[in-house]
């Protein structure tokens, strides 16, 4: 919930705005003053970090049979990209969190950059992000590594240390190519960026690298334009400039860019031609958006249900996008400037590349929506607080239940039976304007005059066929069987009746 | 050809305008009596039928030669650069002449020669039959009948000469009406719902002008309304602006005037005019067209052109005629102007609401007879056959297909039909490969001996139809529902695969499809080894003795046997080829993949034998 008040427009009741773009509003009968007894109980319950009541998360008692923390385990998913190797070493300098407060416990950095190295690095970059790797590509061993933008300010201070590490990473894959920088941010945004500390990477002071900026904007811009269409789908759905009203919330503009920024990242590292290294201003919002895309779009692990958790579970929860800040869970604040829909619009890109790639994804829209009705509720563990610190702190993987806990036991609700399990087949998804839509089956599905045709006809469709299928192969087994153990004298048959079972399954 | 001057130019350059790195393919251009065809150095045919061309522009000479855009009637358009300024002058020229024939006699149906003796060609026209369509909608019957008024296309030249019209209406009564009906269009039925007892009719305006009144026309409008036994009052829609309406008194037209009527209550539906259409049309294809791929301003463009405003208003005049027949359980009469637009379009779509027949291919066929072809839509001007005015040019039949198209994503299990059927329908009115849209009304066709000299396309299509059928078309879902859209500004969406349908890049519903159908067909072909296999135990326990018989089935249940065998070549065959038969392009073979995933998922377990199962199947194949 993001807001309760007592004022009814007409009516005597209540009015409440919902994170997920509802806006309920009861009435209520005058008599007995029933009003205010909910208005205070709802708002206690709703914002309970401002009446120091624990978060419903922590007193969850549901039970699942599988447990969702062990999904990401972060050396199992580093030993999957083949690491450490020669060029990148597992460091645990960040294990009580001494480095970078915002950062995990482990980090994957150069061989050949020193512990001390790294501090010194540190220090050149806004929060301590040092540029650390989060993909190495199994082949041409391209890297896309990511960090916060570095402390030029003003006065174009330049460090020697960050200058050798960035060309330490350059150097990883035996490339005498630059390295390519990645700032998500637009050049005016970077450069004014200087004026308070941050900045960017010079061609001066960084000759073996090139820089190029992703014109994504800020968390402000993308709250308000995701402000104006729910003004345009509730309480009504605008009907006479419909398309129009979509053009000027600039939403989908808003995910063209990040679409296209994920999609020159991914190019890059794919090719071979360079390593990348993508940074925003802390290096937790358009940055993690710009990595997970990228590396769901190279790497097919990331698009089975499990890979794709674990995506989440390290770009996202790991390295420390404020979801507690984002979000504001528990937090009567609603106005609170930190809020804005970084994450809802990272999957309104998955669903995106989901309606241009219906085979490539293990799972299915219900799904995505399903991660984002629980990115509010605060029934799960998962996204609460801001980073790794200060879950460990809290003992959330103790003291909370994950969602993926609840999706992974029940995972057939979550698949998309047109998945087609695919290695090394790099995603390209169409971000123009022409290919891209409005999830209204997310964005307006509260509105009534909206028939979900749940489940999805096709989807449906298939289901059923998959079905008979199995029934038909099975029967056909079945039958070959009898008649096989029907023959009097076996010796003569070439095949056995173990060797032709697979036979009657080679059809397909 | 007197028209050919140049048959074949090399070293020609194509130019892709959706492909983002203006990437072009060089390769041979040939001129030929009925098409244009390129062949790119891959060997890749493209062919453009003369017919479909809309417009032909020679552009500024560049330095790499001579830029050549052509713009087609099925949205495609090609940019061709050729090397020598002679050749693309020449060619243009010739494309200039070839595009636009002056004579019915010289369009492609009068040449093209599909192998059909005369029997099969009398057969192709015989398939749709619009008698055998009323006597299914249970006409004639004790209130309707069919009136031989019109046999000698006497009244009414853009008719058909056979016409439903109420039993109680006389020869005179109809006479008096037509004489009062703009181009002589007087009301018949178009659509008879048995259940309701109620009636869709179709006429044009009347020539009311301020004040003038037809007691005959009266009349017919009074017997339409009696002819339903449940409703006495009936809905007049005039679906044009009212405005339009109102315009047309001054020329001695106009609508109905209320008190004049009986029993009837009247309605303006606001379609705008053919001109408004194909301006619309115009606005879309420049925004969506050659220069706007790249902008970000799509949105608010294709707003603008409001294009998808227009195709709202004649689908809610289509739900409003179908909510009068099926909540009021009213009759209702469809008129525009001149009847032959706007009214074939709300008649026909009302119907397709209305009746799941009509949602079937040979239903939709018959639905397009009936209310298009045969009530005299004129789609030869409409279309621009012949080299004719070009304001009498209008995608109203483009619009209807829309329309169809809207339904069918809104309701993807109603319709036995895909996308396909509809693109395909929509090739044909302009390609004038078949007799079936030449001409204006039946009048014209006879007089053109279509039946004679030219073949149908629906024998065609029904040959076809494997390609057509949309693999969620349910049989078991509710045949008789009445589809009730819902008309909510974001359901109506850019019909990518018809505007853009030659945008390689992207096709991932039809992918979906591709693999149900796969699916369906492989469970078929499993559905039919378990009847061999059934049968042949069967057979064998009525004759367990015989010893050479077990023999003989041991060999069927041999790996090798033939029905297996049959199995894994059929596999073979269809993941491939389905895609090549739409027009699609896929950036990847997902049919391919699951088969190769299966393959991949038993080779874990017995590699040995799979790759030699394979090896067999191949060679068999």
Same mark, same amino acid.
């Given at each position: 919930m993001g807001g309760a008040t007592s004022r009814g427009e007409n009516s005597y009741g209540l009015d409440i705005t919902c994170k997920d773009m509802r806006n309920l509003r009861f009435a209520l009968k005058q008599e007995g003053h029933s009003r205010r007894d909910m208005f205070e109980i709802l708002t206690r319950y709703a914002f309970p970090l401002a009446h120091s009541l624990p978060i419903f998360a922590f007193l969850n008692e549901e039970k699942f049979n599988v447990d969702g923390w062990t999904v990401y385990n972060p050396v199992e998913e580093y030993r999957r990209q083949g690491l450490p190797n020669h060029h990148w070493r597992i460091t645990f300098i960040n294990k009580c969190y001494e480095l970078c407060d915002t950062y995990p416990a482990l980090l994957v950095v150069p061989y050949r950059a020193s512990d001390d190295d790294l501090r010194r690095v540190a220090t050149f970059r806004s929060r301590n992000r040092i540029p650390v790797l989060s993909w190495i590509h199994p082949e041409n061993k391209t890297v896309i590594v990511r960090c916060s933008q570095p402390l030029v300010g003003m006065s174009g201070k330049r460090n020697k240390d960050d200058e050798k590490y960035l060309d330490v990473i350059r150097e990883t894959n035996r490339q005498i190519s630059k390295l390519t920088i990645y700032d998500a941010r637009p050049n005016v945004n970077a450069v004014a960026n200087k004026a308070t500390g941050g900045g960017y990477e010079s061609d001066d002071a960084y000759h073996n690298a090139e820089l190029f900026f992703l014109d994504i904007h800020n968390i402000h811009v993308m709250r308000e334009s995701l402000k104006k269409v729910k003004d345009i789908v509730y309480?009504?759905? /605008? /009907?006479?400039h419909w398309l129009s009203s979509l053009e000027s919330t600039h939403w989908l503009e808003h995910i063209k860019l990040v679409l296209t920024g994920a999609i020159q990242v991914a190019d890059r590292v794919s090719s071979g031609k360079s390593s990348v290294l993508v940074h925003c201003s802390d290096g937790w919002d358009r940055t993690a958006q710009l990595t997970s895309l990228a590396m769901l779009m190279l790497d097919s692990f990331y698009r089975s249900i499990e890979g794709f958790e674990i995506l989440v579970q390290k770009e996202w929860i790991s390295f420390g996008h404020k979801f507690a800040s984002r979000i504001g869970h528990g937090d009567k604040n609603h106005a609170d400037a930190d809020r804005s829909p970084i994450f809802l619009q990272f999957i309104d890109c998955v669903w995106q590349m989901s309606k241009q790639f219906p085979t490539a994804f293990e799972f299915n829209e219900r799904f995505l929506i399903t991660i984002l009705d629980h990115l509010y509720s605060c029934r799960f563990g998962t996204f609460l607080y801001n980073c790794e610190s200060a879950r460990e702190k809290q003992k959330v993987t103790e003291r909370t239940v994950s969602l993926w806990s609840l999706i992974n036991s029940n995972k057939d609700k979550f698949k998309n039976p047109f998945y087609t399990k695919e290695i090394n087949r790099v995603l390209y998804p169409v971000a123009s304007m022409r290919h891209l839509e409005l999830w209204v089956n997310y964005y307006i599905r509260w509105n009534p005059r909206i028939k979900q045709q749940q489940p999805n006809p096709v989807e449906q469709r298939y289901v059923e066929l998959l079905a008979l299928r199995d029934e038909y192969i099975q029967r056909l087994e079945e039958l070959q069987l009898a008649s096989s153990a029907k023959l009097p004298d076996p010796s003569t048959s070439p095949a056995g009746p173990s060797q032709m079972m697979p036979h009657v399954r080679t059809h397909f | 050809m007197e028209h050919i001057r140049t048959t074949k130019v090399e070293q020609v350059k194509l130019l892709d305008r959706f492909s983002t790195s203006n990437k072009s393919l060089t390769g041979t251009l040939y001129l030929t009596a009925t098409h244009l065809l390129f062949i790119d150095s891959h060997q890749k045919e493209t062919w453009i039928l003369h017919h479909h061309i809309a417009l032909v522009e020679k552009l500024a000479l560049t330095t790499s030669g001579c830029p050549l855009v052509i713009q087609c009637k099925n949205f495609r358009i090609v940019h061709f650069i050729v090397p020598r300024e002679r050749d693309c002058h020449d060619i243009y020229n010739s494309l200039l002449q070839l595009s636009k024939q002056a004579k019915y006699e010289d369009l492609y149906a009068f040449s093209y020669n599909p192998k059909q003796n005369d029997s099969e060609r009398l057969h192709g026209w015989q398939l749709i039959d619009l008698a055998e369509e009323y006597k299914r909608m249970g006409v004639p019957n004790s209130n309707w009948q069919l009136s031989d008024a019109n046999r000698e296309y006497k009244i009414c030249e853009t008719y058909p000469r056979e016409l439903y019209v109420p039993r109680i209406a006389s020869k005179p009564i109809i006479v008096g009406s037509s004489k009062f009906r703009s181009k002589g269009r007087f009301p018949v039925l178009s659509y008879y719902h048995q259940n309701k007892e109620a009636a869709i009719c179709r006429c044009s305006q009347p020539l009311s002008g301020f004040s003038a009144r037809c007691l005959e026309d009266e009349h017919l409008l009074q017997a339409i309304s009696k002819a *339903? @036994?449940? *409703?006495?009052y009936m809905y007049v829609m005039d679906t044009r602006p009212k405005l339009n309406a109102m315009a047309n008194r001054a020329a001695g037209k106009g609508y109905e005037n209320e008190d004049n009527y009986s029993n009837i209550r009247f309605q303006f539906v606001g379609i705008e005019n053919i001109h408004v259409m194909r301006s619309s049309l115009q606005k879309l294809l420049e925004v969506n067209g050659t220069k706007g791929l790249s902008v970000s301003d799509f949105y608010s463009g294709l707003e603008s052109s409001g294009w998808l405003r227009h195709i709202k208003a004649v689908m809610d005049a289509a739900i409003f005629l179908a909510k009068a027949i099926m909540v009021e359980n009213a009759s209702v009469l469809v008129h525009c102007s001149d009847g032959w637009d706007r009214t074939s379009q709300v008649c026909s779509l009302g119907s397709l609401l209305l009746d799941s027949y009509y949602r079937t291919i040979k239903g939709f066929m018959v639905l397009i007879e009936k209310d298009w072809i045969s009530f005299g839509h004129k789609f030869s001007e409409r279309c621009g056959h012949?080299?004719?005015? @070009?304001?009498?040019?209008? @995608?109203v039949f483009t619009q209807f297909l829309e329309c169809v198209w809207h339904l069918t994503e809104q309701f993807p299990q109603a319709f036995e039909f895909n996308e396909a059927f509809l693109l395909q329908m929509h090739e044909h009115i302009h390609s004038c490969q078949f007799g079936n849209f030449l001409g204006n009304c039946q009048k014209e066709r006879e007089e053109l001996k279509l039946k004679e000299k030219t073949y149908s396309l629906w024998p065609f299509l029904l040959d076809d139809q494997k390609k057509y059928l949309n693999p969620l078309y349910s049989s078991k879902s509710p045949k008789s529902a009445v589809l009730e859209p819902n008309t909510v500004s974001f359901n109506f969406k850019f019909w990518r695969n018809m505007y853009h349908q030659f945008d390689r890049t992207l096709h991932p519903r039809q992918s979906m499809f591709n693999i149900i159908m796969n699916m369906n067909e492989q469970n078929e072909q499993l559905e039919n080894d378990i009847k061999d296999l059934e049968s042949k135990i069967k057979q064998r326990k009525s004759k367990q003795t015989d010893g050479i018989l077990t023999k003989e089935l041991l060999h069927s249940v041999h790996p090798e046997s033939p029905t297996l065998k049959t199995s894994l070549c059929f596999k073979e065959q269809t993941l491939l080829p389905v895609n090549h038969a739409l027009r699609t392009i896929e950036g990847s073979n997902p049919a391919d993949n699951r088969y190769s995933e299966y393959a991949e998922e038993f080779s874990k377990s017995e590699p040995g034998v799979v790759s030699l199962e394979y090896g067999v199947a191949r060679m068999t194949c």
């Open positions: 309480p009504n759905v /605008e /009907e006479s | *339903n @036994p449940v *409703n006495r012949l080299d004719g005015d @070009p304001k009498e040019v209008s @995608p």
